[in-house]
């Protein structure tokens, strides 16, 4: 599986941003998947996962109320809209693949198997 994120940019500080993380190689539809952050000179951290079909999310509390995630298992593409960003989310986005299908992750890294390079979001103040 390669997963691609894209999406990213520089905005300011009450922007909006929606990522897109695209599968290829094979379909990660009965997989649960999520988006990760790292922070310069900080370790990566989880911002939200979701079910492999779509109707059970998790958030991390500091993204609570302001970012979205959802996908499109037909297009076999997940999504992060990001509202109201701060600088403190300036970070490189990473999205993931579970590990096991049929999961909704909760956010511990090593449950995750397949990695995006990740994309740069900055949040100017």
């Known amino acids: 599986v390669q997963l691609q994120a894209s999406g990213g940019g520089l905005v300011q500080t009450g922007g909006s941003l929606r990522l897109s993380c695209a599968a290829s190689?094979?379909?990660?539809?009965?997989?649960?998947m999520a988006w990760f952050r790292q922070a310069p000179g900080k370790e990566r951290e989880f911002v939200a996962s979701?079910?492999?079909?779509?109707?059970?999310?998790v958030y991390a509390d500091f993204v609570k109320g302001r970012f979205t995630i959802s996908r499109d298992n037909a297009k076999n593409t997940v999504f992060l809209q990001m509202n109201n960003l701060k600088p403190e989310d300036t970070a490189v986005y990473y999205c993931a693949k579970a590990r096991s299908e049929y999961t909704l992750p909760k956010g511990s890294p090593g449950t995750m198997d397949y990695w995006g390079k990740g994309t740069l979001v900055t949040v100017s103040s």
């Open positions: 190689g094979r379909t990660v539809s009965t997989y649960g």
């Open positions: 979701i079910s492999w079909t779509g109707t059970g999310t």
